[in-house]
């Protein structure tokens, strides 16, 4: 039996500023018996985004491009907004209807509603936090996905 490395990663360049452009890039491949047996990369971005915004639509691609829902999956993040939002306070928004602990609403609440979907629809899914840019390389070439399509976006 297979499983699937899912490496997902996001930026933006002038993040905060209303021109700020974003992108993720999203590198996942299939593995059988230690071979690689299939690899996807996928891109896309916005202008005037956040560097959170572009992690959570990247986790959130990367998960919808993956159809087998049984399968095991290793999702590699640098983000730790991300990670520590699946892993520990998304339990609790949704039991308090979406609000913070301080009672104020959850930031980018619909991208992570989506990515509660996406997350929950598998069976196998594990996380792992990795440092970016330290020679991890899936979490490179996320990376360089979601800078080509900065490039891109800064030349159109």
């Not at 491949?29 to 891109?43: A, H, Q, T």
């Amino acid at each position: 039996m297979g499983y699937v490395e899912l490496f997902t990663d996001g930026g933006t360049r002038g993040n905060g500023n209303q021109d700020a452009i974003g992108g993720y890039g999203v590198y996942l491949r299939y593995i059988v018996d230690g071979e690689l047996i299939k690899e996807l990369d996928i891109k896309g971005g916005e202008i005037g985004t956040t560097n959170n915004i572009m992690e959570l639509s990247g986790a959130i691609e990367g998960l919808k491009a993956i159809k087998d829902k049984d399968i095991e999956i290793h999702m590699y993040l640098d983000s730790k907004y991300v990670l520590q939002g699946i892993e520990s306070w998304i339990n609790n928004w949704k039991k308090n209807g979406w609000k913070t602990a301080n009672k104020k609403d959850v930031k980018n609440k619909e991208l992570w509603q989506q990515l509660d979907i996406e997350y929950n629809k598998f069976n196998n899914l594990i996380l792992h936090w990795v440092k970016g840019h330290n020679n991890n390389e899936g979490n490179e070439r996320a990376d360089k996905l979601a800078n080509e399509y900065m490039d891109y976006l800064e030349n159109i």
